[in-house]
């Protein structure tokens, strides 16, 4: 019965602590990437792509995301339609910490291409295909907290 009550306490103890630890990222911090995959405007929206933290995110000086932890993102809007001329933008989804792969939300970015006519941008229209090369940085903005 006493080794029963101890096992109970030593696994509540486990608990709580393992509460504490949890690291919360709060909304609105920066997370920086470089690109793993080649994206472009005319990949479907929905694709996903690979990046990695480009720089250590901490939180009141611990490092939450280590420089180098992969982080994968989406298409949110493309060319690939050809009836909606829209302009390239993504956001990231993921984020891999401990082999667990944590949701994020953040901002839509919109890499830069190249630029566009006058009659292009009053209609709407994107000049050309963006290729978004591997290696680029990127910065995203967390809407959400995301605990770790």
Not at 37 to 46: E, K, P, R, Y
Not at 111 to 122: E, F, N, S
């Amino acid at each position: 019965m006493n080794q029963t009550k101890i096992i109970a306490v030593i696994v509540m103890v486990c608990a709580v602590a393992s509460l504490t630890n949890a690291a919360t990222i709060p909304a609105g911090t920066t997370l920086a990437v470089t690109t793993v995959s080649l994206i472009t405007s005319q990949d479907a929206v929905g694709s996903s792509f690979e990046a990695k933290i480009a720089q250590d995110v901490s939180v009141k000086g611990s490092v939450m995301l280590k420089a180098g932890t992969k982080a994968f993102g989406k298409i949110h809007s493309s060319r690939r339609n050809p009836r909606k001329s829209e302009a390239l933008s993504v956001e990231l989804t993921l984020v891999e910490v401990n082999g667990r792969r944590v949701p994020v939300k953040t901002n839509t970015v919109e890499p830069h291409g190249p630029p566009q006519t006058g009659r292009q941008a009053q209609y709407g229209h994107t000049a050309g295909t963006t290729v978004v090369n591997p290696k680029t940085l990127l910065q995203f903005q967390l809407r959400q907290p995301v605990a770790l």
